[in-house]
């Protein structure tokens, strides 16, 4: 029910009294206010924000937020004072509405306690009203907040996406307490380390939840230790490695009052035997995909899926000792081999998992968290039962609710895609029979039928897709080993089957490299398994796919010897915070520690026959870091300036802008370095950079300049890491990039499948190839290829969107489009209406990267967005380098393109692409011109 509280505002000032109980909702703020005045007068703008408005209907009135992003490329913020103790509250909605999603790359909500803040991004997933549900396990602190119970402010902020003006509509701040809750780790949300992960976990668990209709919010030790816990019906420990002796002898007091927990991986003594299961044995995997899977035992636990995909690294070995504790999964290897470890243990007190629960196989495991949390509360069957009916937010790039629409207007150009009207009659059958089981209160068949209804929907979804020639297809390896562990043909074959053209495995840090190197401390891994970077580039070189080394730079992690890290240490190498605290990174000014990072990536690019070298980290961990002596010393010498209370004073107005300049010049230097060696070297090779989304607030909080960088011509391409689990965010951050580069290098944004961010079925990840094509750019990169991306997710874009194999675009001459048409505002395209003529010309640029050309020649082509030829327009070679054409284009979206052939001076050739900007005509699609900010 809706709680009826004690409140007052006073100055603007919120407090409430409030007799706490469980299941009972808090309206926050309704945001009622009678006009732009006395909204104001509570929610103040901060920075350059315009001044809040309020948006009256028959329906509602709500918080209307200017957002200036034509002038302003950060964000509006707006912040009102509180008095409030939301503790025991243990979730938050709030209703949103965005008509222009794309000029808001993402919102946060921040509530103020003490010196800190805990802020949580969520993003928009259409352009109408929608209610976004925040758990408090997904919230992140900054600086040190002093707790929940001491909220003081709330802030709401937009931040900025395409660069045109927009505004945002919020209503209804509400705070929950839900029945079923996560327990939040001491350290969950801090921003680095251990705490980051930790969240990580917790934030994929409440997705998975939340996604089958289960809500759920979190409390943290101290509403543990003090509240009555029977109100909760279970509590779950996504991963609490630092769980206190209070908090687990509570949680055990609360099992035998009848209380039921679930937990994952971390498992106390108390705990342990609370649950009836005892810790044996820390498991490291003996061999790789040891622990690939969960076979599950479907019979003893109604609505168990039979198994999971789970590619664990290591376990906690575990037996089944009292409260009647028996195994109902085990953990078999990637062959199908049983290894005889327990993976999930249920017992009458609560169930264990021997790991943490990795966002992979989504579906399947959202499945097994509900049988889980259904066994020990009946009524979560209905409340996921009841939700299954719904259709899938979104499917692809479309709106669940449009998609059945969609496919039946699709022309899919494979066979299999020919289908589709079938497929969309078995879709009908299915979504028939979900509601009939839902009317007959058989929740569990409900549920099934939804799980079949949506894999058939992406099924047809990535069928009616197409595939586009002369497109970089890539992906991130993090191994460093090959996504089959120590299986670099495996894992070069699965890539080409798939369609890709290039990989990125992650080969060499700060401190260790996984190859003969001169420079770095070799990992053990090459002594045991061999050259790594040898190993894909000669299997690479079997399959057609191009390797691009990638280096996490400045961090002494992975394999780093501690003697190398002492050694840096001495020599005053390491970088220290802006509270004195050294860390396990590499100075990015030390003059020795900017020659390492270039001579590396030359050593790499000139021992092997390596496509390029790939910059990762190349940055400041945050921007509390660097204020080593060191920098103290070479700040002071470059500005010619003393700074008398460092660090202090660099936030100063005297100063702030020369200091940020100075740090991002640092890096600036390292990449600009490593450039021109490398083309030195190596003409043929490309130098390229996985970088931040969030330009300028990268260049300002990490030192990365990465649009510098581009328009000087120090990296080949760029990739944006655009991880996130909205599409509108997506298109926001891909189009601001792209105006802001402006052609001057490739731009391949990245798709976070399996980021820490944002998990993506294979639909999803094809609907966001959609919509970098849909944006102009000529590629993509998807992050993490694992075995269970290869095994899961590739063969999903490979029967539709990349099912024909084709060339890296970028192996050629550089063009220049000009356009006579309307520029758009907030997109790096051209507007015609429909009839209007279109005058284009082709000219061969004087900007040229990469080997000399000796000679080329290519066909200029009318293309749509997807690459499918809608009417040739000519030639072009290096004979005739120009050509101008007139066309009437018909309605819709698309590029010109030349797509030739070019042979280099050293006698080599290659296929090459090149486009123009989106030529926009007319009325586009629905769900583009949604995504693209164009109705």
């Known amino acids: 029910m809706r709680m009826i509280v004690s409140c007052a505002t006073v100055l603007g000032v919120l407090c409430f009294a409030v007799v706490f109980a469980h299941g009972q909702e808090l309206v926050i703020d309704d945001f009622d206010y009678p006009d732009a005045s006395a909204a104001g007068d509570v929610w103040t703008a901060q920075e350059i924000s315009p001044p809040i408005q309020i948006e009256r209907t028959e329906e509602r009135a709500a918080l209307k937020l200017p957002c200036n992003f034509s002038t302003n490329d950060r964000r509006v913020a707006y912040d009102r004072q509180v008095e409030l103790d939301l503790s025991r509250w243990t979730r938050f909605s709030i209703e949103v509405r965005c008509p ?54 709330i802030r709401i902020a937009v931040w900025s996406g395409a660069k045109v003006d927009a505004f945002a509509l919020v209503d209804s701040l509400t705070a929950h307490q839900d029945s079923i809750v996560l ?72 099992t035998r009052a009848g209380g039921k927990v679930l937990a994952f991986y971390a498992l106390s003594s108390a ?95 959202t499945r097994m968290l509900v049988a889980l949390l259904g066994h020990f509360q009946p009524k979560v069957w209905e409340i996921a039962g009841r939700a299954a009916v719904t259709m899938p937010a979104q499917m692809g790039h479309v709106v669940g609710q449009d998609v059945l629409e969609w496919l039946q207007d699709a022309r899919p150009s494979s066979e299999a895609g020919a289908a589709a009207p079938e497929v969309v009659r078995e879709i009908r059958d299915l979504i028939r029979e979900t509601q009939e089981a839902v009317d007959t209160a058989d929740w569990i068949t409900a549920i099934e039928h939804a799980a079949q209804r949506d894999e058939k929907l992406r099924q047809a979804y990535a069928l009616a897709l197409k595939p586009r020639p002369g497109e970089f297809r890539a992906v991130w390896e993090h191994s460093g080993t090959g996504a089959y562990p120590h299986d670099w043909d495996k894992t070069m074959r699965v890539l080409a089957e798939t369609g890709f053209n290039a990989i990125m495995p992650n080969s060499f840090w700060g401190g260790s490299a996984l190859y003969q190197s001169e420079l770095l401390p070799v990992s053990p891994v090459v002594a045991e398994k061999g050259d790594q970077i040898g190993a894909a580039v000669e299997a690479g070189r079997r399959y057609g796919i191009e390797v691009h080394p990638w280096k996490v730079c400045f961090r002494l992690d992975r394999d780093c010897p ?96 020369r200091w940020l300049q100075w740090r991002a010049d640092q890096i600036t230097h390292i990449v600009r370095e490593t450039g021109q060696r490398v083309h030195a070297a190596r003409p043929d090779c490309r130098v390229s950079a996985a970088v931040f989304s969030n330009y300028p607030g990268c260049y300002q909080s990490i030192g990365q300049d990465w649009v510098t960088w581009a328009r000087e011509g120090y990296v080949d391409f760029l ?23 402006q052609g001057a290098v490739p731009l391949y944004p990245g798709i976070g499948a399996t980021s820490s961010s944002s998990t993506l079925p294979y639909d999803r990840v094809a609907g966001q190839i959609s919509v970098a094509r849909n944006l102009g750019t000529d590629g993509f990169i998807v992050f993490n290829y694992t075995q269970s991306l290869g095994d899961t997710i590739l063969p999903g874009l490979a029967v539709g969107i990349i099912s024909e194999p084709t060339y890296v675009p970028h192996h050629g001459p550089r063009f220049e489009f000009s356009i006579d048409a309307e520029q758009m505002a907030q997109l790096p395209g051209v507007r015609l209406q429909p009839g209007d003529d279109l005058a284009c010309r082709i000219a061969l640029s004087e ?78 699609s629905a769900e583009i011109a949604a995504l693209l900010g164009t109705q």
Not at 125 to 145: K, M, N
Not at 205 to 211: G, T, V
Not at 231 to 249: G, T, W
Not at 612 to 640: K, N
């Open 100 to 153: 222009n999603p794309t000029a808001a790359s993402q919102f946060t909500i921040y509530f103020r306690s003490g010196d800190g803040w805990y802020g949580q991004g969520f993003s928009v997933r259409s352009t109408d009203w929608e209610t976004v549900e925040l758990s408090r396990a997904e919230f992140r602190s900054e600086d040190t907040p002093a707790g929940w119970h001491a909220i003081s402010g």
């Open 562 to 657: 501690e003697s190398f890290i002492e050694q840096m240490r001495t020599q005053g190498r390491l970088q220290v915070s802006i509270s004195g605290e050294e860390g396990h990174w590499l100075c990015p000014s030390h003059p020795d520690n900017q020659k390492l990072e270039v001579d590396t990536m030359v050593e790499v690019a000139t021992r092997y026959d390596v496509a390029g070298v790939h910059f990762d980290y190349i940055r400041y961990p945050d921007s509390a870091h660097c204020y080593c002596p060191g920098c103290r010393t070479r700040f002071q010498e470059a500005s010619g300036l003393q700074v008398a209370n460092w660090p202090e004073d660099l936030t100063s107005d005297e100063l702030r802008d």
């Open 847 to 924: 900007q040229q990267h990469g080997p000399a050309i000796a000679k080329f020649s290519g066909t200029v082509v009318l293309e749509t967005m997807d690459g499918q030829l809608v009417r040739q327009l000519g030639t072009i070679d290096s004979t005739t380098p120009r050509l101008s054409v007139q066309l009437t284009p018909a309605t819709g979206a698309h590029m010109v393109a030349v797509h030739g052939q070019a042979e280099f001076r050293d006698g080599k050739t290659s296929s090459f692409t090149a486009r123009s900007v989106p030529i926009y005509v007319g009325d586009l």
């Open 719 to 741: 990739c944006p890491m655009n991880y996130t689990e909205s599409d509108f965010s997506f298109a926001a951050w891909s189009s601001r990039q792209l105006s802001l580069v």
């Open 271 to 365: 705990l342990g035997e609370a649950l009836g299961v005892r810790d044996t044995v820390f498991v490291p995997q003996e061999y790789a995909g040891q622990f690939a899977r969960i076979a599950l035992d479907s019979d003893l636990v109604t609505g168990m899926p039979q198994s999971a995909i789970q590619s664990s690294w290591n376990i906690r070995g575990v037996e089944p000792v009292g409260h009647g504790a028996l195994v109902i999964g085990n953990w078999v290897d990637a062959d199908g081999k049983d290894t005889g470890y327990p993976a999930l243990v249920l017992s009458d007190t609560g169930a264990y998992m021997s790991h943490v629960l990795i966002p992979e196989d989504v579906s399947t495991k």
């Open 183 to 254: 327990l939040t780790d001491p350290l969950a949300g801090s921003p680095e380390g251990e705490g980051r992960v930790i969240l990580q976990y917790a934030t994929a668990m409440a997705d998975m939840l939340r996604q089958a209709g289960v809500r759920t919010g979190a409390i943290n030790e101290e509403v543990l230790l003090s509240e009555p816990l029977l109100d909760f019906d279970v509590i779950v420990l996504p991963y609490n490695p630092n769980l206190s002796e209070q908090a687990a002898n509570r949680l055990a007091e609360y």
